[in-house]
T-cell receptor, first 112, second 112 residues
Framework: RKEVEQDPGPFNVPEGATVAFNCTYS??????FFWYRQDCRKEPKLLMS???SGNEDGRFTAQLNRASQYISLLIRDSKLSDSATYLC?????????????FGQGTTLQVKP | NAGVTQTPKFQVLKTGQSMTLQCAQD?????MSWYRQDPGMGLRLIHY???????DQGEVPNGYNVSRSTTEDFPLRLLSAAPSQTSVYFC???????????FGPGTRLLVL
């Protein structure tokens, strides 16, 4: 079983739709959580961090449920430019080792 | 700042050849990592380093060597290329305590 699991999709949605992605992680010692965005054939870039109290950045909302070990990303009012792959990322281990563990990514395609 | 740079952008190798993928960062980051990305697999950690002179294995280290003689550079060496090493390779860096990991543009490697 992979340490971080995501539904690969693709999720095909019309412009203006609300779409949600979930991600589960298996290591209860996981400490930090992120969503990265990756455009086709490009490098991943940090989209937002995920906190237990939730995190909102414009149309994007990220939530963490430590008890159930899952992370979510909600995108409201989808734009064509939101089409990309969204990667769920966790870190864990004692101390600050710098190791990030990536899920396989969820692909979103927003249609006109 | 140039950020994280990788060379070459593309490379074709024959089975058994060796080569070094170069990675450099000019942000004085302590942490550097190498990932490979394959379809449906997400990013998998090959090797990482938490500072000059310190390296450790990630999830898929076999067939690769690294060294970290300076803070800026973190080359990845393929000792004897195999077709299974055909992939996109990303180098990344991060500063301890900061959330954002910065990725290079990637090296696309084809092993025939």
């Amino acid at each position: 079983r992979k340490e971080v699991e995501q539904d690969p999709g693709p999720f095909n949605v019309p412009e203006g739709a609300t779409v949600a992605f979930n991600c589960t992680y298996s290591n209860s010692a996981s400490q930090s959580f992120f969503w990265y965005r990756q455009d086709c054939r490009k490098e991943p870039k940090l989209l937002m961090s995920v906190y237990s109290s939730g995190n909102e950045d414009g149309r994007f909302t990220a939530q963490l449920n430590r008890a159930s070990q899952y992370i979510s990303l909600l995108i409201r009012d989808s734009k064509l430019s939101d089409s990309a792959t969204y990667l769920c990322v966790v870190t864990h281990g004692s101390g600050n080792t710098g190791k990030l563990i990536f899920g396989q990514g969820t692909t979103l395609q927003v249609k006109p | 700042n140039a950020g994280v740079t990788q060379t070459p952008k593309f490379q074709v190798l024959k089975t058994g050849q060796s080569m070094t993928l170069q990675c450099a960062q000019d942000m004085n980051h302590e942490y550097m990592s190498w990932y490979r990305q394959d379809p449906g697999m997400g990013l998998r950690l090959i090797h990482y380093s938490v500072g000059a002179g310190i390296t450790d294995q990630g999830e898929v280290p076999n067939g690769y060597n690294v060294s970290r003689s300076t803070t800026e550079d973190f080359p990845l060496r393929l000792l004897s290329a195999a077709p299974s090493q055909t992939s996109v390779y990303f180098c990344a860096s991060r500063q301890p305590g900061e959330e954002t990991q910065y990725f290079g543009p990637g090296t696309r490697l084809l092993v025939l």
